[in-house]
């Protein structure tokens, strides 16, 4: 074999792992090389976005022109002789993402404004969410979520059908004692009274407590998928350990998010048809505001905005209590490993054909054994 058809089949075997959303499975898989130079598109676009957030509304238009050029040209200069110490041409675009390139990422659009309009709270604002930024785009593209997302989107029934045995025993109880708290004053004055920041906290509360659930068993279901998946004699690296961990975590969560949508819709629809204006007056004291209209024989029939809240309330609840009988139900989690083992050899199959091939084009990292024989690979 070539080294051209070498490089074209590792190249193939390399971006089927990008598109399974485990791209940690690459050998040379590098954040400066692989994440952060990747996103350096979206990056441009937010960095010449944070250029223009500093403008001030009620200056002049000379003014605002003034402050963009100016700070266009700090910038510029700034990266410019960035460049010029790393070795680059002067405004020649990063092939590699280090920190010195993520510190100027953060840094220089707060300069700006602290220079030209002494807007010091709105530059420390800008590093802070420029931090947040880069941690949410190492975890995006660093292991692949999108991809994830996708390639268990598309296995979502396959998982239910797995689960059912599972849904079969929450479901029912889940919905008995919803619909009991659901037509219950307290329930809606308890989601309807709070402003939105303290009723979006509550939410956020219960979903974070059901992450929390579901993450508690990942590293006991990522133990086994490595026990029962061909992986030769190459053992899993601490990253790709976590890229599974990904993908199960956010398989369970597509599911827990499935069952806590089906709630949702079942309560918006039996509150509309039965929670008229009257009962929400003798609940509430107000109607509430109509959010839409849904066309019904007889006329139409009114989503009110504290239906909605509350359906959303009880659907959260929901999530939770199924992420916690996921925990608690050991068959449940038997099952859901064992179906996300079997979508998942065909992936670690590939990867001992693809850690031959870097051996055979001597690409293999430093530090690791030979891989399996091809008869033991293919076992």
């Not at 041409?89 to 990063?94: E, I, S, T």
């Not at 190492?138 to 994830?148: D, E, K, P, T």
């Not at 809240?309 to 929901?318: C, D, E, I, L, P």
Request: glycine fraction near 8%; proline fraction near 5%.
């Amino acid at each position: 074999m070539t080294s051209n058809d070498l490089d074209r089949r590792i190249q193939a075997f390399e971006q089927a792992f990008r598109s399974a959303g485990l791209p940690n499975l690459i050998a040379d898989y590098s954040v400066r090389e692989d994440v952060f130079n990747r996103a350096i598109p979206f990056l441009a676009l937010v960095f010449v976005g944070e250029m223009t957030t500093g403008l001030d509304i009620g200056a002049r238009f000379w003014q605002n022109a003034l402050f963009f050029a100016g700070g266009a040209a700090v910038v510029l200069g700034l990266f410019g002789v960035l460049n010029l110490v790393r070795g680059r041409h002067f405004l020649a675009l990063p092939r590699r993402v280090g920190v010195p390139e993520l510190a100027a990422f953060v840094l220089l659009p707060a300069i700006p404004p602290v220079v030209f309009n002494s807007q010091i709270r709105f530059a420390f604002g800008t590093i802070a969410s420029n931090v947040v930024l880069l941690a949410l785009v190492y975890v995006v593209v660093g292991f692949g979520l999108i991809a994830i997302v996708r390639w268990a989107g598309w296995r979502l029934f396959s998982q239910l059908r797995v689960a059912l045995p599972s849904l079969v025993r929450a479901v029912p109880l889940l919905l008995f004692f919803s619909l009991v708290a659901f037509f219950t004053t307290e329930i809606w004055q308890v989601f309807t009274d709070p402003v939105p920041a303290r009723y979006w906290t509550a939410i956020a509360l219960f979903v974070l407590l059901g992450s929390g659930f579901l993450l508690f068993q990942i590293p006991d279901a990522v133990r086994n998928v490595e026990r029962e998946v061909e992986v030769g004699l190459v053992p899993l690296r601490r990253r790709e350990r976590a890229n599974i961990a990904a993908v199960l975590f956010l398989s369970q969560g597509l599911q827990v998010l499935f069952v806590s949508a089906a709630v949702w819709l079942f309560f918006v629809v039996l509150g509309a048809l039965l929670v008229t204006g009257d009962v929400r007056v003798s609940w509430l004291g107000v109607t509430g505001e109509t959010a839409f209209t849904v066309p019904f024989p007889g006329g139409g029939v009114a989503v009110s905005r504290p239906l909605l809240r509350v359906a959303t309330g009880v659907a959260s609840f929901a999530g939770l209590y199924y992420a916690v009988a996921m925990l608690v139900d050991t068959a449940f989690r038997d099952r859901f490993v064992d179906g996300i083992t079997e979508q998942l050899r065909n992936t670690f199959v590939a990867r001992a054909a693809y850690l031959r091939l870097l051996t055979e084009s001597g690409r293999r990292p430093a530090g690791t054994h030979e891989p399996a024989s091809p008869s033991a690979g293919a076992a």
